[in-house]
């Protein structure tokens, strides 16, 4: 069992740039893919970015693609977020999850969630 603390959310402005850390309890963090996943009011949840277990394969939305990057360090059992470029769009509560049947950008795939940061960006 995995638990999951998202941390990094805050206000920017357009064109700025925020890192969102998900920060993982358990010693099996390296066998899980990990997902971002982000809801803006009103919206239904929608895939952000995903890693494989072992960081080797990524997967992003069309988006965000060329501005945001996930990453993961095992052995400090968290994945990263880094988001560049930021839009008012972007605006919405973002969630990490892990699964471990298949790296997807389906959030029925993901298992264990995060309780979401709040990332909100003005124009």
């Known amino acids: 069992q995995l638990q999951l603390v998202e941390s990094g959310g805050g206000l920017v402005q357009a064109g700025g740039s925020l890192r969102l850390s998900c920060a993982a309890s358990?010693?099996?963090?390296?066998?899980?893919?990990m997902g971002w996943f982000r809801q803006a009011p009103g919206k239904e949840r929608e895939f952000v970015a995903a890693?494989?277990?072992?960081?080797?394969?990524?997967d992003y939305a069309d988006s965000i693609k060329g501005r945001f990057t996930i990453s993961r360090d095992n052995a400090k059992n968290t994945v990263y977020l880094q988001m560049n470029s930021l839009k008012p769009e972007d605006t919405a509560v973002y969630y990490c999850?892990?699964?471990?049947?298949?790296?997807?950008?389906?959030?029925?795939?993901?298992?264990?969630w995060g309780q979401g940061t709040q990332v909100t960006v003005s124009s």
């Open positions: 358990g010693r099996t963090f390296s066998l899980y893919h």
């Open positions: 890693s494989a277990w072992s960081g080797g394969r990524t």
């Open positions: 999850a892990a699964g471990r049947k298949v790296m997807s950008g389906y959030s029925s795939d993901y298992v264990y």
